[in-house]
Structures are given as structure tokens and as C-alpha cells.
């Protein structure tokens, strides 16, 4: 990281305490959580349900904006421009529509029917047996969970190099070893109490940052003028390469944000809370906090575009360096420390909740005769952990790539399932896993299309595994209105 060496602070140690404290209070936080637990896997994966609607939507916000906003998102609009708001506002939407029709059936129907985690609602509710369908399912989450949790180590370790010029995976490995600490300690609720203090961290960063840089640019005008005379293109609303439409392009983003019903470390959110009417007053809360977070995200990234017009010649890295450098570039030492530890915050938050996730997948639905036992979930923790150090140590993708490929396929191959079983419609096990392949397949095959930038994989590869549902529904009932013919 000599390149950016003369981007260090003079006053590092400044930074180093402020950044330290802050991750201990973290851990602190994490661990005093573990005084209310009670020794059972029911308490370490969903808090007993009973989590207030408060906790449940600050903790949704952290695990959602995680590394993704920090570092991809910021890196992605440093690149584009005012454009890239259509990707947070069909995502927000498609949220919204998850919140309003998904999040309380999952809420009463996991109660309803014993289940620790969402994947195992993945089965016909009149089946007792899971069949291949559900270890299939929780294997799948493991992998795609590990690999969605190294890129929150990653975009850890990028923010570290930045700021402090430290070795590559140093941050991966203390981000690893921090979460470890406290999900081992109080599981779920440790991740939960935690996402809920980091959020309001990340948020306080954000505002800081955008409101200081605005001020440094000139305000809106002045940001304006100065992206124009980059790049005119920066200030176009409508994405220049949506080569099948502006509609068809948004509404993939919006199935992308809807693609939250196929992510069981955000699910499980909803599962813990006290009571499934509670889910609204969450919802309200959740999106009074998300929404101006995304706001700002975009924000960051035009002001870092405006502020350093070349990050890579101007300081040998990528975009995705843009918020530290924006940061260091901007604010003083201590705040230099409480920005690092914001973005920090973003990794932990989610990559906590898909340790967890990754954790109840294992024993509750591939290896269904350790779900009673305490201690096989802690060893799954520390397990996946491990993993997911090692995916992010050996893996040169970047944080970008890493999640919206993760995030793609559980959308895909899990969403449609519990779609059609949350809302009651006939399916059997045959069926869930043909759409479950279905969309496994599509998923992967539009990824690796030419068409991949144009129009985001949910959109095809959801209507693929919803069209399968349709047909084999159609097969199934067509002997029947032949009969009634007859």
C-alpha cells in the first residue's frame, strides 16, 4: 500500500485509538448481550423471539447496508453518477414490498411450525420429512453466505490499507476475529444488539462526511458545476448502457431489492421479533432510517468524484477506496478514526448475521440431528468464520462483484420457494426443488451473459423460476379439468 502512504495522517495513533475504542465497545456490547442468554439453539438463533421492533429494524438496516454500501455502492456511483440512484430506489421499493407482504407471514408461520431458520420452511408445510430439498437449500446457503461474508472482510481490509497502509487481509483477519468473539459469545442476540449500535455509528458517519464535504464543494451547486466539467454524462438520471430500456432495467432493481426473501441472515430479523403485528411498526422504523442512508451513499460518492476527480492516478487505488480517501481527504484525525470504524461497522454488522445464518443452516437443516445441540452451534460458528476468512484471503474479486453474485443466486434459488410456501400455494417437494434449480441455473447463466450489465439477474432468472412453478401447476391440475370435462 505505498501508494497511498502519503494519505496516512500524521496524527495515525490519533486515528488507531479512536478506531480501537470503537471496535471494543462494539465487542462490549456483543459480549454483555451473551448475561441474558439462555443455553439452548432456539435462544442462540433466534433470541428467544422476543426482540424488540425497534432492535429488529436497527439490526435490519446494519446487516442490509453493509459492506456493499460502504465500498460498492460509493465505488459504483464514484463511476457512473447520478444514474446509480435507480439501483437504491428500486432496491428500496422492492424492499418495501418484502416488508409489507413477506415479513409477517415468515414471522407466524416459522413459530407455527417449529422452524429455527427460514430455510426450513422451504418443505410443503403437510410434509413431515425435509427430503433432499432442505439440505440442498442450507449447503447452497453456506457457500453463498461464506462468499457474501468475505466480502465484508474485504471491504474491511480495503478500508484499513487505506487509512492506515497495513498489509493485505490484515483487516480481513481482525474483522474475523472480532465478530467471532462476540457471535460465539451470544449468538444471534450479540448480532443483533451490536448491528443495532453499529447502525447508528454508520449513520452519524455518513451525515458527518456528506455534510462536511458539502460544504468543502460548495454545496449543491457547486457539486454540480465540478461533475459536469468531469463528465456530463455523471449528471444524467438515466443509465446510458440500459440497452433493453429504462423500464426493464428498474424493474430488475426493484426484483433485486425484493431478492431479500431469498437471504436468510436477513430473514432470520424478522423471525426473532416479539410478535408477527409488531412487523409494521418495524417496517415504519426501518425505512425512516434506511432511506436517508441511502441518500447519503449516493451523496458520498458524487462528492468523492467531485473532490478527487482521479482516485486511481491521484492515489494508486480503486474506487472502491473512494469513502476512506473522501474521509481522510476531508475530516480531521479523530473523525478519520470514527469514519473507519463507521465502515468497519457495515462489514461486521453483516457478516455477523451470515455467520449466524451460515451457523443455522448447518445444524438445523444439513445436519438436522445436531439442532438440539448448544454446543455443535458454537462449533459451526467458529467453523463457517474460518471459511469465510479463507474464501476473502484467496479471493481477487472484488466487494461489488462478491455480493451482488451472492445476494443473485440465494434470490433465485431460495425467494421463490418461500414465496409460494409463506403465501399458501400448492406446491409439493418435487416442485420446490425443479424451481429451485430453475432458478440456481438462470441465476448463473444470465451472470456470465453478455446481458448481465444490462438488465440485473433477478429479473430473469426470477420470472424463469416462477414460469417453472406456473408450468408444473398447470400439468398438475390438467388431469383434473380433464375429468371435470368428462
Known sequence: MSESAALIPTGRWLVGAVFIASLLAFMAIGVVSSRHKQKS???YLLAGRNVSPWLVALSTVATMSSGFMFVGMIGFTYRTGLSSIWMLVGWAAGDYFAWRFFYRPLREV??????????????????????????????????????????????????????????????S??????????????????????????SIVMFATMALLV???????????????????????????????ASFGFGIYFLGMVLGGFGVVGQPHVLVRSMCIEDGALIQRARRYYFLFLLPF???????GLLARAIIPDITAQTGLSSEHALPVLGMTMLPEVLIGLMLAGLFSATMSTEDSQIIACT?????????????????????????????????????????????????VLSCTL????????????????????????????????????????????????????????????????????????
Open 41 to 43: 439453539t432456539t435462544d
Open 110 to 171: 416459522s413459530q407455527r411450525r417449529g422452524a429455527v431458520s427460514a430455510i426450513a420452511l422451504l418443505k410443503p408445510p403437510n410434509v413431515r420429512s425435509q427430503g433432499v430439498v432442505v439440505p440442498i437449500a442450507g449447503v447452497l446457503s453456506v457457500f453463498y453466505l461464506s462468499m457474501y461474508a468475505a466480502a465484508q472482510l474485504k471491504a474491511g481490509d480495503t478500508a484499513l490499507q487505506t487509512v492506515f497502509g497495513t498489509p493485505e487481509n490484515v483487516g
Open 173 to 198: 483477519v481482525l474483522g474475523a476475529a472480532i465478530v467471532l468473539v462476540y457471535c460465539y459469545s451470544g449468538g444471534i442476540r450479540a448480532s443483533i444488539w451490536t448491528d443495532a449500535a453499529q
Open 211 to 241: 455534510f462536511v464535504a458539502f460544504v468543502n464543494v460548495g454545496g449543491t451547486t457547486g457539486l454540480e458545476r465540478s461533475l459536469r466539467g468531469l463528465d456530463p454524462s455523471l449528471m444524467s438520471l438515466f443509465p446510458a448502457d
Open 294 to 300: 441511502y441518500a447519503m451513499t449516493i451523496a458520498v
Open 360 to 408: 443455522s443452516a448447518l445444524i438445523e437443516d444439513v445436519f438436522p440431528r445436531w439442532k438440539k445441540s448448544y454446543t455443535a452451534s458454537k462449533v459451526a460458528t467458529v467453523g463457517v468464520t474460518c471459511v469465510a476468512l479463507l474464501v476473502a484471503v484467496s479471493s481477487a474479486d472484488g466487494v461489488f462483484a462478491l455480493v451482488l453474485d451472492a445476494w443473485a
Open 415 to 486: 425467494g421463490p420457494v418461500l414465496v409460494i410456501s409463506l403465501f399458501g400455494w400448492p406446491y409439493s417437494r418435487a416442485m420446490a426443488l425443479v424451481i429451485m434449480v430453475t432458478g440456481f441455473v438462470a441465476s448463473n447463466w444470465w451472470v456470465a451473459s453478455p446481458w448481465a450489465e444490462d438488465v440485473y439477474v433477478n429479473l430473469p432468472a426470477m420470472a424463469a423460476a416462477f414460469g417453472a412453478y406456473a408450468v408444473m401447476l398447470a400439468a398438475r391440475r390438467l388431469p383434473q379439468i380433464r375429468t371435470r370435462g368428462e
